[in-house]
Nanobody
């Protein structure tokens, strides 16, 4: 069983930056493809960024491309989402997700394990 815990959310002004972290308990993420999703109030949960299990490929939603970066540390203990040039429309709860030996997912049902989410609020 994999337990995921997100951290790093908060309140930031437009144009600012945040780095979200996702830590796994019980094991490393060496064999897991990872994703970051977000969900605004009244909206569906949608993909933001994805990293395949080997760490060799990434994908990003068009709305965040060039501003957000997904990465993992060398030991694959944690996965990060570096968010720059934040906009008010980035405001949402951000979720970390994982799947064993997966490729680049695009929907929530592509992933097996989920964190509880961390709130990101961008003020104008």
């Amino acid at each position: 069983q994999v337990q995921l815990v997100e951290s790093g959310g908060g309140l930031v002004q437009a144009g600012g930056s945040l780095r979200l972290s996702c830590a796994a308990s019980g094991r490393t993420m060496s064999n897991y493809a990872m994703g970051w999703f977000r969900q605004a109030p009244g909206k569906d949960r949608v993909i933001v960024a994805a990293l395949d299990w080997s760490g060799s490929a990434t994908s990003y939603a068009d709305s965040v491309k060039g501003r957000f970066t997904i990465s993992r540390d060398n030991a694959k203990i944690a996965v990060y989402l570096q968010m720059k040039s934040l906009k008010p429309e980035d405001t949402a709860v951000y979720y970390c997700a994982a799947r064993p030996f997966g490729g680049l997912g695009s929907t929530t049902n592509d992933y097996n394990y989920w964190g509880q989410g961390t709130q990101v609020t961008v003020s104008s």
